[in-house]
């Protein structure tokens, strides 16, 4: 890990089209500024493990097809 220090409206650049910039310091937390182009995907880390982890949970859901047509067919019986 690259550890680096900064001060308020310093900024440092990732590549040459993504800059992080420290908007202020308060305590134990630092606001930053990010610029990044628009194709760019930008999270919290707790939110992009939160979306990764829903998506896992997806991708094993496990659905009977016949079991799924069946009930669909039930129900416009019903209505």
Same mark, same amino acid.
């Given at each position: 890990?690259?550890?680096?220090?900064?001060?308020? =409206?310093?900024? *440092?650049?990732?590549?040459? =089209?993504?800059?992080?910039?420290?908007?202020?310091? #308060?305590? =134990? #937390?630092?606001?930053?500024?990010?610029?990044?182009?628009? #194709?760019?995907?930008?999270?919290?880390?707790?939110?992009?493990?939160? *979306? #990764?982890?829903?998506?896992?949970?997806?991708?094993?859901?496990?659905?009977?097809?016949?079991?799924? *047509?069946?009930?669909?067919?039930?129900?416009?019986? =019903?209505?």
């Amino acid at each position: 890990m690259l550890i680096l220090s900064r001060k308020k =409206d310093e900024s *440092i650049l990732i590549g040459s =089209d993504i800059e992080i910039t420290v908007v202020s310091v #308060q305590g =134990d #937390q630092v606001k930053l500024g990010i610029k990044a182009p628009k #194709q760019v995907d930008v999270y919290r880390k707790e939110l992009f493990e939160e *979306i #990764q982890h829903e998506n896992v949970e997806a991708a094993e859901v496990t659905v009977n097809i016949g079991d799924l *047509i069946n009930n669909s067919k039930n129900r416009t019986k =019903d209505s």
